[in-house]
């Protein structure tokens, strides 16, 4: 009873009481970080209800009964055709594996399928409940604290490391140390977004206290996807504004930065990127899955074998065999996912969630950068780091499936497109229906 009070109850009250806003951006995020410290609340056959689905499910309970008690409506946008399509495909493609791959893979597809859109419904809760230009400003301010908070992990573990303790994941091998934190190996991928919005608001030194934290990690596509990112910005202007002087410094800077952190072999970078061993059996490994993912799609080009069908068919290919092999041994995490979102993608529900995918994205663009140019001038950077940042993840993140349930790089994602829906369609209403009617084709 008391576990009942503590994991159900007691949460489904945080989420009824605490601003919906709050909750959405520091609550569910926390407690997706110690989901596997908690423990599921209880579970339905396979499903396992975790604490922060009590949370989302509270919060969204919330907004649904004020619309209805005051006779609210919800707006359209564009973005949930988008979204609707995507996951429809993935719906539709799922059900078909079960009759392709049998129940039980299909009941852990469908799971797995189902907390993907509970998370995105964060998109519409969040927009809904940001009704004021001080409740962006907050939503903006506690992602800014949550960035600190996430580095601050980072470094504090190079200090608790000598003491033989840690703060979430800290990987020792060999010579080579890579510091994560609570967050895990995702964590590069989303201090590159307060990179981005660190140069964008000319913060050099707190571009370079992430930066020097993202090298610490030692996750080689983190540090592709800032590169990516910085040309992106490069191309796009977003250097224009800045000062002759004040642009080579930063430029002189992070090179500086990123060039003693890669020296000094902070997180294991230099050693990952030269070391003929490391790089080989890495690159392998990654091999291995890219080439498994490949065979998978050829032999499914149309509907795939559902979503996260990837992990449950590889098997079937043989990758075990070839792992041990090749590389003297399998691991699960090598076939967890594609290794890759775009193949990833492939392999859930073919060239048919292939093309919705890329509408998805260019729409979330749009949105962003909508934002970005509309906004008020002080919450700009957050859209246009939001803008950045999700074309490095596309073209730069090649290494990595972002777009999966749990995952707090695509949670993070959702949160800035919330926010952005919400001050198109509330806080600039005059510029709303013009935009809006010409978004859809993603222009």
């Given amino acids: 009873m008391e576990n009942i009070w503590v994991k159900l109850v007691f949460p489904a009250i945080i989420g009824l009481l605490l601003p919906t806003w709050?909750?959405?951006?520091?609550?569910?995020?926390?407690?997706?970080?110690?989901?596997?410290?908690?423990?599921p609340v209880f579970s339905i056959g396979n499903a396992d209800i975790q604490v922060f689905d009590v949370v989302l499910f509270a919060v969204a309970a919330k907004i649904v009964s004020a619309i209805m008690v005051h006779r609210g409506s919800?707006?359209?946008?564009?973005?949930?055709?988008?979204?609707?399509?995507?996951?429809?495909?993935?719906?539709?493609?799922?059900?078909?594996?079960?009759?392709?791959?049998?129940?039980?893979?299909?009941?852990?597809?469908?799971?797995?399928l189902l907390r993907l859109g509970t998370q995105i419904a964060v998109i519409p809760l969040i927009a809904l409940s940001v009704n004021k230009e001080r409740e962006v400003?907050?939503?903006?301010?506690?992602?800014?604290?949550?960035?600190?908070?996430?580095?601050?992990?980072?470094?504090?573990?190079?200090?608790?490391?000598?003491?033989?303790?840690?703060?979430?994941?800290?990987?020792?091998?060999?010579?080579?140390?890579?510091?994560?934190?609570?967050?895990?190996?995702?964590?590069?991928?989303?201090?590159?977004?307060f990179i981005f919005k660190a140069l964008i608001g000319q913060k050099l030194w707190e571009a370079l206290f992430f930066s020097v934290g993202l090298v610490l990690t030692?996750?080689?596509?983190?540090?592709?996807?800032?590169?990516?990112?910085?040309?992106?910005?490069?191309w796009q202007g977003f250097f224009v504004k800045y000062r002759i002087w004040r642009f080579f410094l930063m430029k002189i800077g992070i090179c500086a930065a990123l060039g003693i952190a890669l020296w000094c072999d902070m997180g294991g970078m230099r050693s990952r990127f030269f070391n003929e061993e490391l790089?080989?059996?890495?690159?392998?490994?990654?091999?291995?899955?890219?080439?498994?993912?490949?065979?998978?799609?050829?032999?499914?080009?149309?509907?795939?074998?559902?979503?996260?069908?990837?992990?449950?068919?590889?098997?079937?290919?043989?990758?075990?065999?070839?792992?041990?092999?090749?590389?003297?041994?399998?691991?699960p995490n090598y076939i967890a996912t594609t290794g890759n979102q775009f193949l990833q993608v492939a392999t859930d529900g073919g060239v048919i969630a292939i093309g919705a995918f890329v509408w998805m994205i260019l729409v979330i663009s749009h949105s962003l950068r909508w934002a970005m140019k509309?906004?008020?001038?002080?919450?700009?950077?957050?859209?246009?780091?939001?803008?950045?940042?999700?074309?490095?993840?596309?073209?730069?993140?090649q290494t990595a499936a972002w777009i999966l349930p749990g995952s707090l790089i695509s949670y993070l994602l959702w949160l800035l497109l919330g926010v952005a829906i919400s001050v198109s369609a509330k806080m600039c209403p005059r510029q709303t229906k013009q935009d809006l009617s010409s978004a859809g084709a993603g222009k």
């Fill in 22 to 39: 709050f909750s959405l951006v520091w609550v569910i995020p926390s407690l997706m970080i110690l989901s596997s410290t908690l423990g």
């Fill in 74 to 112: 919800i707006y359209k946008h564009h973005i949930y055709k988008a979204f609707a399509s995507f996951l429809g495909i993935l719906l539709i493609t799922t059900i078909v594996s079960s009759i392709r791959f049998g129940t039980e893979i299909f009941l852990s597809e469908m799971i797995a």
């Fill in 137 to 193: 400003s907050y939503v903006h301010r506690f992602l800014d604290y949550g960035g600190y908070i996430i580095v601050g992990t980072i470094y504090l573990n190079i200090w608790l490391l000598q003491m033989g303790k840690s703060l979430g994941e800290v990987q020792v091998q060999e010579s080579m140390i890579r510091y994560f934190g609570p967050l895990g190996d995702q964590v590069g991928f989303i201090l590159s977004y």
């Fill in 218 to 234: 030692g996750t080689r596509g983190a540090l592709v996807t800032l590169l990516v990112g910085l040309g992106i910005m490069l």
């Fill in 279 to 331: 790089f080989r059996s890495g690159a392998n490994q990654r091999l291995l899955t890219t080439s498994t993912a490949f065979r998978i799609f050829l032999d499914n080009p149309l509907i795939g074998v559902g979503f996260t069908g990837f992990r449950y068919i590889a098997p079937q290919y043989g990758v075990i065999e070839a792992a041990v092999e090749k590389l003297g041994g399998f691991a």
């Fill in 374 to 397: 509309h906004a008020a001038a002080y919450h700009r950077a957050a859209f246009a780091a939001g803008y950045v940042w999700l074309w490095s993840l596309v073209l730069g993140n």
